[in-house]
């Protein structure tokens, strides 16, 4: 069998005439995929307009890559979320074939000379192949530089396996080993960058669909929320192999000889010689060069699923509670007691952890949260049942003072629910401290932290390696909500010998609070990361 022979560059004038449901397929095709390859929302265009090219974060080259699939008119409305997420899809498909409709409209009516359409084909799947391979670079270095599937923190790893979501279990499965993550942004990235080039598109579509497709099923199968732009990609692969299946088949199930004929327009001129190869360059340059540059920096010093600001070093570990009152009263240890605190930890960065025997609101989302507050970076309480509780404090080291934010907030669109031990149900359960809180006057909310305080713990805009900060960051702070309503108390904490910690105060219910901790050492069977974000 010959398999070595030359690709034919074929003329229009001596390939097949396509047969009139190819035509029409073709039409509804081009629209289709032209739709969901470029950016249709005006957001998209606002957010390239402000981005400050000379102070990038990764996330503002990362968006730009990670945009919605499909037209988004009334899909929602009409279809609900009954699609699983595809209502954009199958809105698409529908404007898709009420145009290619018109199109074989006009084209009998004018009676139009008839058109194989190449040219439109090739320009198609070169739209196409840049989407894919800018997308599923962006999404490949957050892996290659692991922070998407972070190492879990103390309060994770101190929380029961039958408290864990399937999500949660399945992103700390692969946030163990970190260097199988690795593996798969080295996957991703290289599909992306095969796609860049002509010749090597076919080999950068099997790798797209292969990764790809394992992870839509893999989304579906551990209630990940990401199945919808995983498939995206799937589909982006499964056109761009269109071509070469029937070759395929022919050479390795019918095993004939394959002659390659592929179809180039005329890119001779100077100009656009010179147009294709500076926009290629540039091309790879931003997604291949800077974006990795930036993910470096944010993989170093702001990891996006992890707060970026240090926590007080003489704090950190985890704690037993020897002693907690309430209100003046001793609540001896009980395991099934709803008040008392268990498992205290504070973390290397600035996040206080506790679990209590009560049922809690249960956030189902992927922990991205806000980029930039370390307040809304939520990777810790994503998918964690069991009365598990976390805390971003600010820290007042002068004065020994802890002023805590609760890092759960109600967001609709983040599938939130309320879960106990191993339980879930309806509506949040606390709700006195969420009445506590609505009652909050606009002043109390505006100065929970005196301003003395506020100038010994610095501002946390700030509070980052300068090669790290950004134009996104100073925007996102500025606009960052006033007086938002959240669960908060203040503690003092005092520690003698480094291994006990004295916490006084009140709780976010207002009740006097007197807890004692005494370090302990756990020797958790995991070994420690070598590859963990951040420096603290």
Same mark, same amino acid.
């Given at each position: 069998?010959?398999?070595?022979?030359?690709?034919?560059?074929?003329?229009?004038?001596?390939?097949?005439?396509?047969?009139?449901?190819?035509?029409?397929?073709?039409?509804?095709?081009?629209?289709?995929?032209?739709?969901?390859?470029?950016?249709?929302?005006?957001?998209?265009?606002?957010?390239?307009?402000?981005?400050?090219?000379?102070?990038?974060?990764?996330?503002?080259?990362?968006?730009?890559?990670?945009?919605?699939?499909?037209?988004?008119?009334?899909?929602?409305?009409?279809?609900?979320?009954?699609?699983?997420?595809?209502?954009?899809?199958?809105?698409?498909?529908?404007?898709?074939?009420?145009?290619?409709?018109?199109?074989?409209?006009?084209?009998?009516?004018?009676?139009?000379?008839?058109?194989?359409?190449?040219?439109?084909?090739?320009?198609?799947?070169?739209?196409?192949?840049?989407?894919?391979?800018?997308?599923?670079?962006?999404?490949?270095?957050?892996?290659?530089?692991?922070?998407?599937?972070?190492?879990?923190?103390?309060?994770?790893?101190?929380?029961?396996?039958?408290?864990?979501?399937?999500?949660?279990?399945?992103?700390?499965?692969?946030?163990?080993?970190?260097?199988?993550?690795?593996?798969?942004?080295?996957?991703?990235?290289?599909?992306?960058?095969?796609?860049?080039?002509?010749?090597?598109?076919?080999?950068?579509?099997?790798?797209?669909?292969?990764?790809?497709?394992?992870?839509?099923?893999?989304?579906?199968?551990?209630?990940?929320?990401?199945?919808?732009?995983?498939?995206?990609?799937?589909?982006?692969?499964?056109?761009?192999?269109?071509?070469?299946?029937?070759?395929?088949?022919?050479?390795?199930?019918?095993?004939?000889?394959?002659?390659?004929?592929?179809?180039?327009?005329?890119?001779?001129?100077?100009?656009?010689?010179?147009?294709?190869?500076?926009?290629?360059?540039?091309?790879?340059?931003?997604?291949?060069?800077?974006?990795?540059?930036?993910?470096?920096?944010?993989?170093?010093?702001?990891?996006?699923?992890?707060?970026?600001?240090?926590?007080?070093?003489?704090?950190?570990?985890?704690?037993?509670?020897?002693?907690?009152?309430?209100?003046?009263?001793?609540?001896?240890?009980?395991?099934?007691?709803?008040?008392?605190?268990?498992?205290?930890?504070?973390?290397?960065?600035?996040?206080?952890?506790?679990?209590?025997?009560?049922?809690?609101?249960?956030?189902?989302?992927?922990?991205?949260?806000?980029?930039?507050?370390?307040?809304?970076?939520?990777?810790?309480?994503?998918?964690?049942?069991?009365?598990?509780?976390?805390?971003?404090?600010?820290? $007042? *080291?002068?004065?020994?003072? %802890? #002023?805590? !934010?609760?890092?759960?907030?109600?967001? &609709?669109?983040?599938?939130?629910?309320? =879960?106990?031990?191993?339980?879930?149900?309806?509506?949040?359960?606390?709700?006195?401290?969420?009445?506590?809180?609505?009652?909050?006057?606009?002043?109390?909310?505006?100065?929970?932290?005196?301003?003395?305080?506020?100038?010994?713990?610095?501002?946390?805009?700030?509070?980052?390696?300068?090669?790290?900060?950004?134009?996104?960051?100073?925007?996102?702070?500025?606009?960052?909500?006033?007086?938002?309503?959240?669960?908060?108390?203040?503690?003092?904490?005092?520690?003698?010998?480094?291994?006990?910690?004295?916490?006084?105060?009140? $709780? *976010?219910?207002?009740?006097? %609070? #007197?807890? !004692?901790?005494?370090?302990?050492?756990? &020797?958790?069977?995991?070994?420690?990361? =070598?590859?963990?974000?951040?420096?603290?």
């Amino acid at each position: 069998m010959q398999n070595h022979q030359p690709t034919v560059v074929a003329t229009k004038g001596n390939l097949p005439v396509w047969k009139n449901w190819q035509l029409i397929l073709f039409r509804i095709g081009f629209i289709f995929f032209i739709a969901i390859s470029i950016p249709n929302s005006v957001a998209w265009y606002q957010q390239l307009a402000q981005l400050n090219w000379l102070k990038l974060n990764y996330r503002d080259l990362y968006d730009i890559a990670r945009f919605g699939s499909g037209i988004n008119f009334l899909g929602n409305t009409i279809f609900g979320s009954s699609l699983l997420g595809y209502a954009n899809w199958i809105t698409t498909a529908l404007i898709a074939v009420a145009g290619a409709a018109i199109w074989t409209l006009i084209v009998k009516v004018r009676k139009l000379p008839r058109n194989e359409y190449y040219s439109a084909w090739y320009w198609l799947r070169v739209v196409v192949r840049y989407r894919a391979g800018i997308g599923i670079i962006g999404f490949g270095f957050t892996k290659l530089l692991p922070v998407q599937m972070p190492y879990p923190s103390f309060g994770i790893l101190n929380t029961n396996f039958g408290d864990l979501t399937a999500q949660k279990l399945y992103w700390l499965s692969i946030g163990i080993v970190p260097w199988y993550q690795v593996f798969a942004g080295v996957v991703e990235v290289a599909a992306g960058t095969l796609l860049f080039f002509r010749k090597t598109t076919t080999l950068g579509s099997i790798l797209l669909l292969g990764a790809l497709g394992d992870i839509v099923y893999v989304n579906f199968a551990y209630d990940g929320g990401v199945h919808v732009y995983s498939s995206y990609f799937v589909l982006l692969a499964a056109l761009l192999l269109v071509n070469d299946i029937p070759k395929v088949w022919k050479l390795l199930v019918q095993e004939k000889d394959v002659v390659p004929v592929n179809y180039y327009p005329d890119l001779s001129n100077s100009w656009i010689k010179y147009l294709r190869v500076s926009l290629k360059s540039f091309t790879i340059f931003l997604f291949l060069g800077v974006l990795f540059y930036l993910q470096l920096i944010n993989f170093l010093y702001d990891p996006y699923k992890q707060p970026s600001v240090a926590g007080v070093k003489e704090l950190r570990g985890n704690y037993a509670v020897t002693t907690f009152k309430l209100n003046g009263e001793v609540i001896p240890y009980n395991p099934t007691d709803s008040v008392r605190w268990q498992e205290v930890t504070f973390e290397n960065w600035s996040t206080l952890t506790f679990r209590v025997n009560k049922p809690h609101s249960l956030d189902l989302s992927n922990g991205g949260g806000d980029p930039q507050r370390d307040v809304n970076r939520t990777f810790e309480i994503t998918g964690l049942a069991g009365g598990q509780r976390a805390f971003h404090y600010y820290a $007042d *080291e002068v004065n020994k003072v %802890l #002023y805590l !934010e609760d890092k759960y907030k109600p967001v &609709p669109d983040r599938r939130n629910r309320t =879960a106990g031990v191993g339980g879930d149900g309806g509506a949040p359960v606390d709700e006195v401290a969420e009445q506590a809180a609505a009652k909050e006057t606009a002043k109390e909310k505006k100065d929970w932290i005196p301003a003395e305080a506020r100038k010994n713990i610095g501002d946390e805009e700030y509070k980052i390696d300068p090669k790290a900060y950004s134009a996104r960051r100073a925007r996102e702070f500025a606009k960052a909500p006033k007086g938002e309503i959240r669960k908060r108390f203040v503690v003092k904490y005092e520690t003698l010998d480094g291994s006990h910690i004295i916490l006084t105060g009140e $709780d *976010e219910n207002k009740n006097s %609070l #007197y807890v !004692e901790l005494a370090r302990i050492e756990k &020797p958790y069977a995991l070994s420690p990361s =070598a590859l963990q974000a951040g420096k603290y």
